[in-house]
Nanobody, 119 residues
């Protein structure tokens, strides 16, 4: 599986952005968990949101719950992250990633896409 992230950019506080991650693979994605993680300057990479490809069950970090929404499009094989009510502290390099169900760590990574939120 290869992941290609797109979207991101500059937004004002309170604004919105959409990130998209395209998964290219001949394999089924049914056994994968697709995730979004982020890394701000000088900080460790942190979990943002994930979605179980097969059934669409989602999980969110407390810091983004009710503001961000993760979804998947099985036909397009994409995973989107809708970022609403953005805050300056959401500024980070956002990565899409994948792991097999049951694995603790994400093992497949796309390139990062920058999100910058101005106050």
């Amino acid at each position: 599986v290869q992941l290609q992230a797109s979207g991101g950019g500059l937004a004002q506080a309170g604004g919105s952005l959409t990130l998209s991650c395209a998964a290219s693979s001949e394999r089924t994605l049914s056994y994968y968990v697709m995730g979004w993680l982020r890394q701000a300057p000088g900080k460790q990479r942190e979990f943002v949101a994930s979605i179980l490809w097969s059934e669409g069950r989602t999980a969110y970090a407390d810091s983004v719950k009710s503001r961000f929404t993760v979804s998947r499009n099985k036909f397009k094989r994409t995973v989107d992250l809708q970022l609403d009510s953005l805050k300056p502290e959401d500024t980070a390099l956002y990565y899409c990633a994948a792991k097999m169900q049951g694995d603790s760590d994400y093992t497949i990574w796309g390139q990062g896409t920058q999100v910058t939120v101005s106050s």
